[in-house]
């Protein structure tokens, strides 16, 4: 059984770090492609970074660009999400997702647009929570 297990959120102030990480479960990591997502009340969800770990290829999202990193740790089965200058609007809940094979969005010059139905295996959220 596919599980995705998503920790490391919690309250920072603007400008602030924090670290994410998902633990899987019931696969084998390098065979697949593991994004992060995010929903803040009211808005859509969104995607934010993604790896694909058979080669350790990133993408992410215009909002995530020089602010946040995404890596994995096929040993341990974790992908990590660092944000670094977090600021209020990064307030959401993150959500980590997987999908067998290679990352399956769109890329259009050189920009990553991820869709929450492209991913079938989904995690609980962390909260994250970014004051001013």
């Known amino acids: 059984e596919v599980q995705l297990q998503a920790s490391g959120g919690g309250l920072v102030q603007a400008g602030g770090s924090l670290r994410l990480s998902c633990a899987a479960s019931?696969?084998?990591?390098?065979?697949?492609?593991i994004a992060w997502f995010r929903q803040a009340p009211g808005k859509e969800r969104e995607g934010v970074s993604g790896?694909?770990?058979?080669?350790?290829?990133?993408y992410n999202a215009p909002s995530a660009k020089g602010r946040f990193t995404i890596t994995s740790d096929n040993a341990r089965n974790t992908v990590y999400l660092q944000m670094n200058s977090l600021q209020p609007e990064d307030t959401a809940v993150y959500y980590c997702?997987?999908?067998?094979?290679?990352?399956?969005?769109?890329?259009?010059?050189?920009?990553?647009?991820?869709?929450?139905?492209?991913?079938?295996?989904w995690g609980h959220g962390t909260q994250v929570t970014v004051s001013s």
């Open positions: 790896i694909s770990c058979s080669d350790g290829t990133t």
């Open positions: 019931g696969f084998t990591f390098d065979d697949w492609t």
């Open positions: 997702a997987a999908v067998i094979g290679g990352q399956p969005s769109t890329l259009y010059r050189g920009t990553w647009y991820p869709l929450p139905h492209e991913y079938p295996y």
